[in-house]
Nanobody, 121 residues
Framework: QVQLVESGGGLVQPGGSLRLSCAASGSISSINAMGWHRQAPGKQRELVATITWGGISNYADSVKGRFTISRDNAKNTVYLQMNSLKPEDTAVYYC???????????????WGQGTQVTVSS
């Protein structure tokens, strides 16, 4: 029904920057919000940042001041600009979208496949 395609992960040195993108496509009536979660080896998946389609954003304390989430409503795309990256930011980053599918009324959760971010010297 809805596909999320992520891009932008990779290897970066501590203090460096990366920009993640996630584009939603498919049977989309409307998007309520999109966001990013991450999962490091041996740890639970945690919220990184979310943004409503009205533009209200929310961040995990660990990334405030370093990461910025933004969206392009016309492209159904969300971005995560990550600056001042630290080794502890190393994880698989997953895109999430809360979507009302065409011909339905409830909000459904969709997830991307994940993109690896590795911060290491």
């Amino acid at each position: 029904q809805v596909q999320l395609v992520e891009s932008g992960g990779g290897l970066v040195q501590p203090g460096g920057s990366l920009r993640l993108s996630c584009a939603a496509s498919g049977s989309i009536s409307s998007i309520n919000a999109m966001g990013w979660h991450r999962q490091a080896p041996g740890k639970q998946r945690e919220l990184v940042a979310t943004i409503t389609w009205g533009g209200i954003s929310n961040y995990a304390d660990s990334v405030k001041g370093r990461f910025t989430i933004s969206r392009d409503n016309a492209k159904n795309t969300v971005y995560l600009q990550m600056n001042s990256l630290k080794p502890e930011d190393t994880a698989v980053y997953y895109c999430n979208a809360k979507v009302i599918v065409v011909a339905q009324w409830n909000i459904n959760d969709f997830w991307g496949q994940g993109t690896q971010v590795t911060v290491s010297s």
